[in-house]
């Protein structure tokens, strides 16, 4: 028996964050930080116990209008108009009952209260309640969090979110677009035959692509289950070329009504990437995006360039037009197809269709104001300082904290298309594999620090960055008192070239122990602000490592064996204790007064010149004051 270090768990480490990408396939977004918007002086926390803490909470972008959201400082009086409803905004008015039945309640007429009724009712005619409202206390910052944790971790359960139903569209006639409005196009520059809509199948109740469904305006329609859709073709030589045709969404014979009433203007789509998937969930790139590049052709029996997903990219003003539209294309290298028990050749291919929304470059997405909002991403990004400064600001991820980076097979991969959006408040495992024979697994287990996994992965560790996490949807990334960096030493030392993992080979019966084959993270949540409408919160995160022993349990031992590498996310929510009612400080007996009250007179308030200063201001003024009192009382006494 050997003991060394196991390379290959750093496989695992790379799935906590790196050149991670989505499900889409595209890689994760780091934002850029421009430290000319960091304060010099970081500002304190926010405090949820204030009555404007919670007021706006349909603001889920910032510097972008959103939709009907009618508190949201972004938006203009033209965007106003387009709105289609108001959405909550979450302001809570404390108030008493206005009027009651005075057979249920008794006055206090002490001061020389009198009581009317209007009515038959007795109602309150001026409140001076000074209270604004009960808040959540604020969980004690002596509280030792990883403790609070471990102690709660066994007394909640994870929490769910239902997922949404896709809406139906509605046909409705206006000059301009509103929010919700279905958006239109011609299918020819000559604008015949009538209108339709643009194209955006969804999903049916059996999981099958519905084509009829077209995006609705300014409302994304974001990756995900919801999004996904399977397409089936009965005959696969005759529908390639159609059903399977990306051509058909970025046609430049579609013309998209920039208004929904237009009547001579109209928008093409442009084809602004175009991307291949191989067979194990690969992408690549091509150069130069044609049309010629989307369009698939049938070689039995097989349909090469098959429409895999698409992605429409609609800009607009505030006015409720339409100002662009870009596409994002992926298709498979090839569609594999399959005999029926007739001999006829079908497909089968799970398909995506989304769309986002863009108003302004600089619009960064929110997972809830202030709040995190249930199944809304986490909102996470890396710590950065100024170079040659001491200013320090977040670097967002623009697509929240994702895991598990892997092919569409399910491999574990640096280059893999798919990943996991870790959302709040919904627990989640994954995993990945990674495969071995048993003369490689026993290699890895061997190895020394500085092999395969080290010299793969070691730019994509933990330890090459702070990770944060917002503790609030809103946390703006230029406050680094709204983050809180995630605990993970525990994970970090298996990235640092100089520590060990102890790792024990048995080649009889071919046992690798204690293989770091997994991360748990966690996350430690509460409900802060008014009860009446509670925000949640992130106080705390952790990832620690997992281990396990991989057994080669295979015959063949030059066949190889996956191993799977784990992620698991919980949530854990903690009663906050007592509850307390907001009551401003009551304003000062006398007003504050400026320094200089006495100008010209100077005042010195330097020790060396004690014995020859004048009082201070207020001390001299209360001299005057009471000197003015005794006079006019002495002169009553006369």
Excluded at 372 to 381: E, F, N, Q, S, T
Excluded at 411 to 421: D, L, P, R, V, Y
Aim: net charge negative; charged share 15%; aromatic share 6%.
């Amino acid at each position: 028996s050997n003991k060394a270090t196991l390379p290959l768990l750093l496989v695992l480490v790379l799935v906590l964050l790196g050149a991670v990408t989505t499900s889409s396939g595209e890689p994760v977004t780091q934002l850029t930080v421009s430290y000319d918007q960091v304060p010099t002086t970081q500002p304190t926390a926010v405090s949820s116990q204030a009555d404007t803490f919670s007021s706006c909470v349909c603001d889920l972008t910032a510097f972008e209008c959103d939709m009907n959201c009618r508190c949201d400082s972004d938006c203009t009086a033209t965007e106003i108009a387009t709105f289609s409803g108001t959405a909550f905004t979450g302001a809570v008015t404390v108030s008493v009952p206005t009027c009651v039945d005075p057979d249920l309640v008794t006055v206090n007429t002490r001061g020389g209260i009198t009581t009317t009724l209007e009515n038959n009712l007795l109602c309150v005619k001026e409140d001076n309640n000074p209270t604004k409202g009960t808040f959540f206390d604020e969980p004690s910052a002596l509280i030792s969090m990883p403790d609070l944790l471990n102690q709660a971790t066994d007394r909640f359960g994870k929490v769910t979110a239902t997922p949404s139903l896709a809406t139906r569209f509605l046909v409705k006639s206006s000059s301009t677009y509103s929010v919700g409005d279905n958006v239109r196009m011609y299918y020819n520059a000559a604008r015949t035959p009538n209108m339709q809509l643009f194209p955006l199948p969804t999903r049916g109740y059996g999981g099958e692509c519905v084509d009829l469904n077209a995006p609705k305006y300014r409302i994304d329609v974001p990756s995900g289950p919801d999004a996904r859709c399977v397409r089936y073709s009965a005959n696969l030589a005759t529908a390639c070329a159609t059903a399977w045709d990306g051509e058909q969404y970025v046609s430049a014979l579609i013309q998209v009504l920039p208004t929904a009433g237009s009547t001579t203007a109209s928008v093409s789509v442009t084809l602004r990437s175009v991307k291949t998937m191989a067979a194990d969930g690969s992408l690549t790139t091509v150069a130069t995006p044609t049309i010629a590049s989307i369009q698939p052709t049938y070689a039995a029996p097989n349909c090469a360039n098959a429409l895999k997903s698409i992605h429409f990219e609609f800009q607009h003003d505030d006015a409720g037009t339409i100002t662009g539209v870009q596409a994002d294309v992926i298709v498979m290298a090839q569609l594999v197809g399959v005999a029926n028990a007739a001999g006829t050749i079908t497909g089968t291919l799970t398909q995506e269709f989304t769309a986002s929304w863009t108003a302004s470059a600089a619009a960064r997405p929110r997972s809830g104001n202030p709040g995190y909002l249930i199944g809304k991403p986490v909102i996470a990004g890396a710590l950065q300082t100024q170079p040659g400064g001491t200013k320090q600001a977040v670097s967002q991820f623009l697509e929240g904290l994702t895991l598990l980076q892997h092919t569409a097979a399910g491999a574990c991969s640096t280059t893999g298309t798919e990943a996991h959006q870790v959302l709040f408040g919904q627990d989640m495992h994954a995993s990945c594999s990674v495969s071995y024979t048993f003369a490689q697994l026993k290699a890895a287990c061997e190895a020394a620090t500085t092999s395969m996994g080290v010299a793969q992965y070691t730019n994509l560790t933990l330890s090459s960055l702070d990770l944060m996490i917002g503790q609030f949807g809103s946390s703006r990334w230029n406050v680094t008192s709204e983050w809180v960096e995630m605990a993970k030493s525990d994970i970090e030392a298996l990235s640092d070239a100089a520590q060990t993992h102890a790792t024990l080979w048995s080649s009889n019966p071919g046992v690798c122990q204690n293989v770091v084959s997994g991360v748990k993270v966690e996350f430690l949540t509460a409900n802060v602000g008014n009860v009446l409408n509670p925000q949640r919160k992130i106080l705390y995160a952790r990832a620690t490592r997992v281990t396990t022993n991989w057994r080669f349990t295979g015959y063949d031992q030059t066949v190889a064996q996956e191993f799977p590498i784990t992620v698991d996310v919980a949530f854990v929510n903690i009663e906050n204790g007592q509850l307390s009612n907001l009551v401003p400080p009551a304003p000062p007996l006398f007003p504050e007064l400026p320094s200089d009250i006495l100008y010209p007179l100077a005042i010195d308030d330097s020790a060396a010149h004690t014995r020859h200063a004048a009082p201070p201001a207020t001390a001299a003024l209360t001299a005057m004051l009471l000197a003015v009192a005794l006079a006019v009382w002495r002169r009553t006494l006369l």
